[in-house]
């Protein structure tokens, strides 16, 4: 069989037997707008923990990382991980529980409606809904993008003669790392079509379902992943063995936060608060059947960040290690070379699992980083479908003019408008999963003071909470435009940073920081000078 057969057959079993599970999950389906969209607010702890847990791993969390711990080392894993593990679960308890608490008392089921009624304005919903929009498809689009470079990398061999499949390096030679492999639009298109079906026919139930198993498959296989890789990579008799040798493998400047300065290291900790505002983390927490299933996705969140977070990072930390350092593996067969060229990090996983395991093995291992990707793109398409049905459409036409039928079949056509553009947006030419990951976090984490300020601040009024989201979206469109102006090899998008001149000393700082800054200051000047929100309304958020 051709190189890569084996690896695409068990792809398509795996697409096949999910896409069973989503049309299955339809047969529950109960006929109601607010079942296809909170699957009628029955989700218990078990669930949410791993919808939740599923929807916020992507191919930033899998794909990205491992590419940038290549690059920068294993102090990323402290940069994103180990904090986002903490503040999830502090957004989770800070912000869900309240936020599930008002969807229930109120009937909410999107993040724009509970804005809308609290801040009494009708304007700040049709000033978020573009700008939830516009943030989100950069995060569809991580997880597009990288889930064709995965088929594409694990496939490659398939079909080295067809000139659709051939690719080529920097050189201009076949690259190893993907040539004959089944072209990423191509993947990324069957992709989009396999959670399109499933979301489009199961709805929240269907969703929460898929993301169940897909994260147990992807946890599962992640750790067989970490195993078969150290034992390829360090050639040594005991497991141990290996990760000693490797460890010893990694260059000092990977050991340690040696690239990352300790200002930037702490201002990644902003990062993780974009959770607290992603509309399709907002829409799982409404899906919650108590207070209580918050119990459980807080307690071990952190700890299903570390499974799939610590093999990844040491994966990409190991490889620039022992491709930098040859004569540490001593005896054996040469390693598989890398792509020739500047790599793209965005297939260093998918290269190492193709090189170091063998194609059944390699198939499943490619499955399971695929369910990662899945588990996050398809709770995004569903709450856009959700947010422009419920928040647009009915809110303006009146929800007694459209029946829950065709409240139903908007929300679907949405969805699918949403899948079609994202997919059209993947064919342009990203280098880094990981550069637009942390972008699109940091627009919705310079929102983030807007919930936080509406759930627990009284003197929040409209116009401040307006001028905060202004604030924001226009710092992030400067800063990136900014970004954009600096050449790829001197940082570009990546690695930009703001230069601010205090005095005689020049400071750096991340985006994310200005926006947030810019946000905060924006909202609390504006809402001290402005009327107070009317006490019958700050009596139903406030007791």
Same mark, same amino acid.
């Given at each position: 069989?051709?190189?890569?057969?084996?690896?695409?057959?068990?792809?398509?079993?795996?697409?096949?037997?999910?896409?069973?599970?989503?049309?299955?999950?339809?047969?529950?389906?109960?006929?109601?707008?607010?079942?296809?969209?909170?699957?009628?607010?029955?989700?218990?702890?078990?669930?949410?923990?791993?919808?939740?847990?599923?929807?916020?791993?992507?191919?930033?969390?899998?794909?990205?990382?491992?590419?940038?711990?290549?690059?920068?080392?294993?102090?990323?894993?402290?940069?994103?991980?180990?904090?986002?593990?903490?503040?999830?679960?502090? !957004?989770?308890?800070?912000?869900?529980?309240?936020?599930?608490?008002?969807?229930?008392?109120?009937?909410?089921?999107?993040?724009?409606?509970?804005?809308?009624?609290?801040?009494?304005?009708?304007?700040?919903?049709?000033?978020?809904?573009?700008?939830?929009?516009?943030?989100?498809?950069?995060?569809?689009?991580?997880?597009?993008?990288?889930?064709?470079?995965?088929?594409?990398?694990?496939?490659?061999?398939?079909?080295?003669?067809?000139?659709?499949?051939?690719?080529?390096?920097?050189?201009?030679?076949?690259?190893?790392?993907?040539?004959?492999?089944?072209?990423?639009?191509?993947?990324?298109?069957?992709?989009?079509?396999?959670?399109?079906?499933?979301?489009?026919?199961?709805?929240?139930?269907?969703?929460?379902?898929?993301?169940?198993?897909?994260?147990?498959?992807?946890?599962?296989?992640?750790?067989?992943?970490?195993?078969?890789?150290?034992?390829?990579?360090?050639?040594?008799?005991?497991?141990?063995?290996?990760?000693?040798?490797?460890?010893?493998?990694?260059?000092?400047?990977?050991?340690?936060?040696?690239?990352?300065?300790?200002?930037?290291?702490?201002?990644?900790?902003?990062?993780?608060?974009?959770?607290?505002?992603?509309?399709?983390?907002?829409?799982?927490?409404?899906?919650?059947?108590?207070?209580?299933?918050?119990?459980?996705?807080?307690?071990?969140?952190?700890?299903?960040?570390?499974?799939?977070?610590?093999?990844?990072?040491?994966?990409?930390?190991?490889?620039?290690?022992?491709?930098?350092?040859?004569?540490?593996?001593?005896?054996?067969?040469?390693?598989?070379?890398?792509?020739?060229?500047?790599?793209?990090?965005?297939?260093?996983?998918?290269?190492?699992?193709?090189?170091?395991?063998?194609?059944?093995?390699?198939?499943?291992?490619?499955?399971?980083?695929?369910?990662?990707?899945?588990?996050?793109?398809?709770?995004?398409?569903? !709450?856009?479908?959700?947010?422009?049905?419920?928040?647009?459409?009915?809110?303006?036409?009146?929800?007694?003019?459209?029946?829950?039928?065709?409240?139903?079949?908007?929300?679907?056509?949405?969805?699918?408008?949403?899948?079609?553009?994202?997919?059209?947006?993947?064919?342009?030419?990203?280098?880094?999963?990981?550069?637009?990951?942390?972008? !699109?976090?940091?627009?919705?984490?310079?929102?983030?003071?807007?919930?936080?300020?509406?759930?627990?601040?009284?003197?929040?009024?409209?116009?401040?909470?307006? !001028?905060?989201?202004?604030?924001?979206?226009?710092?992030?469109?400067?800063?990136?435009?900014?970004?954009?102006?600096?050449?790829?090899?001197?940082?570009?998008?990546?690695?930009?940073?703001?230069?601010?001149?205090?005095?005689?000393?020049?400071?750096?700082?991340?985006?994310?920081?200005?926006?947030?800054?810019?946000?905060?200051?924006?909202?609390?000047?504006?809402?001290?000078?402005?009327?107070?929100?009317?006490?019958?309304?700050?009596?139903?958020?406030?007791?």
């Amino acid at each position: 069989m051709a190189p890569g057969s084996i690896q695409l057959v068990i792809i398509l079993g795996y697409l096949a037997l999910l896409l069973g599970l989503g049309l299955f999950s339809n047969r529950l389906f109960r006929g109601t707008k607010l079942d296809y969209q909170v699957a009628s607010h029955s989700i218990g702890p078990f669930l949410l923990l791993m919808s939740l847990f599923g929807t916020t791993m992507t191919a930033f969390a899998l794909v990205g990382s491992t590419g940038q711990s290549y690059r920068e080392g294993i102090g990323v894993y402290g940069m994103l991980a180990s904090s986002s593990g903490i503040v999830h679960s502090l !957004c989770f308890f800070l912000v869900g529980v309240k936020v599930w608490s008002l969807a229930r008392r109120h009937g909410y089921t999107t993040q724009i409606g509970f804005f809308r009624d609290r801040l009494d304005n009708d304007f700040v919903g049709l000033l978020l809904f573009p700008i939830l929009v516009g943030l989100v498809v950069p995060y569809l689009l991580i997880g597009v993008i990288g889930s064709g470079a995965v088929i594409q990398a694990m496939t490659a061999g398939l079909a080295p003669d067809w000139s659709m499949f051939q690719t080529v390096g920097a050189d201009q030679a076949p690259d190893p790392a993907t040539n004959g492999g089944v072209p990423a639009w191509l993947g990324s298109l069957v992709i989009c079509l396999v959670v399109l079906i499933y979301v489009f026919y199961g709805g929240m139930r269907g969703t929460a379902w898929a993301n169940t198993f897909q994260t147990t498959v992807f946890m599962i296989l992640g750790v067989v992943t970490f195993v078969v890789i150290a034992n390829k990579l360090g050639r040594q008799e005991t497991f141990a063995e290996n990760l000693r040798v490797l460890g010893a493998a990694i260059p000092e400047s990977h050991a340690t936060r040696e690239q990352m300065s300790q200002s930037k290291f702490l201002m990644y900790l902003l990062i993780p608060l974009s959770v607290g505002m992603f509309p399709h983390v907002f829409q799982h927490w409404m899906t919650a059947k108590s207070g209580d299933s918050f119990k459980i996705p807080v307690v071990f969140h952190p700890l299903f960040i570390m499974i799939v977070w610590v093999p990844c990072i040491l994966v990409g930390a190991w490889t620039m290690g022992v491709y930098s350092n040859p004569e540490l593996q001593p005896g054996g067969p040469p390693l598989p070379m890398l792509p020739s060229g500047v790599v793209d990090s965005n297939k260093v996983l998918p290269f190492l699992v193709k090189t170091h395991t063998g194609p059944i093995l390699g198939g499943f291992l490619a499955a399971g980083i695929l369910a990662a990707i899945m588990s996050s793109l398809d709770s995004q398409f569903l !709450c856009l479908g959700t947010i422009f049905n419920n928040d647009i459409v009915t809110h303006y036409l009146g929800k007694e003019k459209i029946s829950d039928e065709r409240q139903v079949l908007l929300t679907r056509l949405f969805i699918v408008a949403i899948v079609a553009v994202t997919y059209l947006l993947s064919l342009g030419n990203v280098r880094s999963v990981f550069a637009m990951g942390v972008w !699109c976090f940091s627009g919705f984490t310079a929102l983030f003071p807007i919930v936080v300020a509406a759930l627990y601040w009284r003197g929040l009024t409209a116009a401040g909470a307006i !001028c905060g989201i202004l604030a924001a979206i226009i710092s992030w469109l400067y800063l990136f435009y900014q970004g954009t102006q600096v050449p790829m090899d001197q940082g570009g998008l990546s690695g930009y940073m703001v230069r601010l001149s205090i005095g005689e000393q020049s400071v750096e700082i991340m985006p994310v920081v200005v926006m947030t800054v810019c946000s905060t200051v924006a909202m609390i000047a504006i809402s001290s000078v402005t009327p107070k929100p009317r006490d019958e309304v700050l009596a139903k958020y406030f007791d």
